[in-house]
């Protein structure tokens, strides 16, 4: 008998969050601070499955580590975007040469900066990326910033407050989807159980989507912030999950390119070669399963 799948889990992927605190499925749990760790942590076998935005197993993959795809959310435009205050002189994105950006560097807000500099026809190098922080919305504030990539209920609470806008919005730039992803021997050997954590997350995401507020509460009382922010930013997230197919790596494989051309990764990377068929076919036949059973239908 296999011994259970070993999930990883962090305050920035909200599927993983609530899967397991929800009794949805067989699984060992590992919680640990962030999701640019993830990969490491995969190769290293101390997780089975972890789940990030789109950059950190872009920046896996171009290390040499050997990722597989699990499966992924509907775009996430709302997750958060580059913002500046209503007086900023900053009024596009070629306004920020020689300005500080402050975000998460290496999550997802490291492709839409990328994204966004790269359209705009400024280096990556022309603007100074600074870690993001709890006291970065009050930096911009004093005008030490030119720009903030917030996210989740910080994003809400600066916009909704009128304290910042967006500089851009985030669904011009990338999808920005939830990203699951696992290493290769698993993909190969336990792909009947990947498909169960897939449909599991899909589950997790429909208590979620039912019970809003109890979510927030929760999210609000493990990782702190207010929980009409956290209901606000739950409601606006989709919560699907898709198998691996084309629309999803030629959107990745658009993100990888753009990482490599600015000089982010240290190679470019062809994202097909992170996937594996079999396990897209196992997924998909698992998450059918799942949605049949949600609505009613007989289940094949």
Not at 51 to 63: E, F, H, N, R
Not at 80 to 96: C, E, H, I, N, R
Not at 149 to 167: D, F, K, M, W
Request: glycine share 10%; charged share 20%; net charge negative.
């Amino acid at each position: 008998m296999s011994t259970p799948i070993k999930i990883g889990v962090h305050p920035n992927n909200p599927a993983l969050f609530f899967l397991s605190h929800l009794d949805l499925i067989d699984a060992q749990w590992l919680r640990y601070s962030g999701g640019t760790t993830t990969g490491a942590l995969l190769v290293d076998g101390t997780i089975d499955v972890g789940g990030t935005g789109a950059t950190p197993p872009i920046s896996d993959q171009a290390s040499g580590k050997d990722i597989v795809y699990l499966a992924a959310s509907d775009p996430r435009p709302a997750h958060g975007t580059l913002l500046v205050t209503p007086d900023s002189d900053v009024k596009t994105v070629a306004d920020l040469r020689g300005r500080k950006v402050a975000l998460g560097i290496g999550s997802w807000q490291t492709l839409l900066l990328a994204t966004a500099l790269d359209r705009a026809g400024v280096g990556f190098d022309e603007v100074i990326a600074v870690p993001s922080g709890e006291d970065s919305l009050a930096q911009l504030q004093a005008g030490e910033l030119g720009a903030w990539i917030g996210q989740g209920p910080q994003h809400v609470e600066a916009t909704r407050s009128g304290a910042a806008v967006e500089l851009i919005p985030a669904s011009e730039l990338i999808a920005n989807p939830s990203v699951w992803f696992t290493r290769r021997d698993v993909a190969r050997e336990r792909a009947d159980e990947l498909a169960v954590v897939a449909g599991a997350l899909e589950d997790a995401g429909a208590w979620v989507q039912a019970n809003p507020r109890a979510a927030a509460e929760l999210y609000a009382r493990e990782e702190g912030g207010s929980a009409d922010a956290w209901e606000a930013f739950l409601s606006a997230i989709p919560w699907t999950v898709n198998p691996i197919g084309d629309a999803f790596t030629d959107e990745q494989q658009r993100g990888a390119d753009i990482l490599a051309r600015v000089g982010f990764i240290e190679r470019a990377v062809r994202i097909a070669d992170a996937t594996e068929p079999a396990l897209a076919d196992a997924v998909a036949a698992g998450l059918t399963k799942v949605r049949a059973r949600r609505e009613g239908a007989p289940v094949a």
